[in-house]
């Protein structure tokens, strides 16, 4: 498990001061970043010349409201993997309390055909060791 924090500010709020619907993908992308850069794999795959890594599924659900000030933790687990495809999953707390949960589905395409290939192994193996 991979964990991150995200500080939740008033630009991502709607006028009750409870996070804009729309905004927890934004705190999702932040925390696969920050996973993303921890894995230290041989590939950048938001700069790669060869493969990127597309988000091919997302969803998210709300448990508790997410206020203008609150200060989240985000567990990110690796959900499923599969040859061309991986799942992440991620659990948003404050103050240990589970507020929300997300999944996204990314697919390994060839940059310039857009096509599906296999995640290279390297990078199959990194997303293995943070499997749940």
Same mark, same amino acid.
């Given at each position: 498990?991979?964990?991150?924090?995200?500080?939740?500010?008033?630009?991502?709020?709607?006028?009750?001061?409870?996070?804009?619907?729309?905004?927890?993908?934004?705190?999702?992308?932040?925390?696969?970043?920050?996973?993303?850069?921890?894995?230290?794999?041989?590939?950048?795959?938001?700069?790669?010349?060869?493969?990127?890594?597309?988000?091919?599924?997302?969803?998210?659900?709300?448990?508790?409201?997410?206020?203008?000030?609150?200060?989240?933790? /985000?567990? %990110?687990? =690796?959900?499923?993997? +599969?040859?061309?495809?991986? @799942?992440?999953?991620?659990? #948003? *707390?404050?103050?240990?309390?589970?507020?929300?949960?997300?999944?996204? /589905?990314? %697919?390994? =395409?060839?940059?310039? +055909?857009?096509?599906?290939? @296999?995640?290279?192994?390297? #990078? *199959?193996?990194?997303?293995?060791?943070?499997?749940?």
């Amino acid at each position: 498990m991979f964990i991150t924090n995200i500080k939740v500010y008033f630009y991502d709020a709607d006028p009750a001061g409870i996070i804009f619907y729309a905004s927890i993908f934004k705190y999702v992308h932040a925390a696969y970043e920050d996973f993303m850069r921890s894995l230290s794999t041989e590939r950048n795959f938001f700069f790669d010349q060869d493969y990127i890594l597309p988000i091919m599924h997302a969803e998210a659900d709300f448990i508790k409201p997410i206020k203008v000030g609150d200060e989240l933790v /985000v567990e %990110v687990v =690796v959900s499923m993997i +599969k040859k061309s495809s991986f @799942e992440i999953s991620y659990r #948003f *707390y404050r103050d240990k309390e589970f507020t929300a949960m997300a999944k996204t /589905v990314h %697919v390994c =395409v060839y940059k310039e +055909k857009f096509e599906k290939i @296999e995640l290279p192994k390297d #990078f *199959y193996d990194k997303l293995s060791q943070h499997l749940s």
